[in-house]
Nanobody, 121 residues
């Protein structure tokens, strides 16, 4: 079994910053990619940022591009999301996602429990 544990969420004022982290543990053979998604009340869960753990390529949601940076520590199976210039519309539950290669022939998608980010006006 694979577990993803997020941390770093909280309450910040508009214009503030937060750094989220997510660590994967368990039956991990390797991780192909890790990502952050978010879901605001009444909204669909959407991608915020994703990073390939092999080549390090990244992609970002248009709404966050320029205001956040995703990074990873492959040795620790950990991904980070640095968010700056936060806006009230960034308020959401942020979820960590990992594309895990559990064995050479088994690949699965895992989700963390989510961490709340609230940005006050």
């Amino acid at each position: 079994q694979v577990q993803l544990v997020e941390s770093g969420g909280g309450l910040v004022q508009a214009g503030g910053s937060l750094r989220l982290s997510c660590a994967a543990s368990g039956s991990v053979f390797s991780i192909n990619a890790m990502a952050w998604y978010r879901q605001a009340p009444g909204k669909q869960r959407v991608l915020v940022a994703r990073i390939n753990t092999g080549g390090g390529s990244t992609n970002y949601a248009d709404s966050m591009k320029g205001r956040c940076t995703i990074s990873r520590d492959n040795a620790k199976n950990t991904v980070y999301l640095q968010m700056n210039s936060l806006k009230p519309e960034d308020t959401a539950v942020y979820y960590c996602n990992a594309d895990v290669q559990r064995s050479p022939s088994h690949r699965n998608d895992y989700w963390g429990q989510g961490t709340q980010v609230t940005v006050s006006s």
